[in-house]
């Protein structure tokens, strides 16, 4: 299993634009956790699934959302992007909640 | 509101000497709290949980419900420990997840 997975590596978009970004969980895991990593704090929680339904959600506006499909695989969509979305936005699975969190590598997005 | 709080930005030590990296925490319930580590050019993994009091590449970190802190301790500090710590608490829904800002560990020779 080559762990978490998560695409792309790194983007850049306007001010404005649309972004979609994914992962995929490592086999056997069913929760999916959407981190924003801006550069020199930690990872701030933006959502939670668990078994295709939201089950937490952090303080983010509702132009950021997602999705857990079938798979257990899962987009994060962020709209009308601002210069402040700039950052590494990271994917954690487990199990079910509770359970140890492993990371992927993350998608940095720049807006420019 | 969940809240973690580690002090230090940076930490550097010797080869060889202990090593406390802090963290406080506010939460009105019974969180779980985690210390997670990212080596350079890895990716976040946890590197203990409170609950399982285990010690994990010697590293021991003990929940004070009195003083709402869950500091990471090594009596060692090696080289290899150099790296990222983040102390993280999840809360009894085991749903959201926060972090602190991290800690840069460096252990000099």
């Known amino acids: 299993d080559a762990g978490v997975t998560q695409s792309p590596t790194h983007l850049i978009k306007t001010r404005g634009q649309q972004v979609t970004l994914r992962c995929s969980p490592i086999s056997g895991h069913k929760s999916v956790s959407w981190y924003q990593q801006v550069l020199g704090q930690g990872p701030q929680f933006i959502f939670q699934y668990y078994e295709k339904e939201e089950r937490g959600r952090g303080n983010f506006p509702d132009r950021f959302s997602a999705r857990q499909f079938p798979n257990y695989s899962s987009e994060l969509n962020v709209n009308a992007l601002l210069l402040g979305d700039s950052a590494l936005y990271l994917c954690a699975t487990q199990e079910s909640p509770g359970e140890t969190q492993y990371f992927g590598p993350g998608t940095r997005l720049l807006v420019l | 509101a969940q809240r973690v709080t580690q002090p230090e930005k940076l930490l550097s030590v010797f080869k060889g000497a202990p090593v406390e990296l802090k963290c406080n925490y506010s939460y009105s319930g019974s969180p779980e709290l985690f210390w997670y580590v990212q080596y350079s050019r890895q990716r976040l993994q946890l590197l203990l949980r409170h609950i399982s009091r285990e010690s994990i590449k010697g590293f021991t970190a003990d929940l004070n419900k009195g003083e709402t802190s869950f500091h990471l301790k090594k009596p060692f500090a090696q080289e290899e420990d150099s790296a990222m710590y983040y102390c993280?608490?999840?809360?009894?829904?085991?749903?959201?997840?926060?972090f602190g800002d991290g800690t840069t560990l460096t252990v000099k020779p």
């Open positions: 993280a608490l999840s809360g009894t829904n085991a749903g959201k997840s926060t």
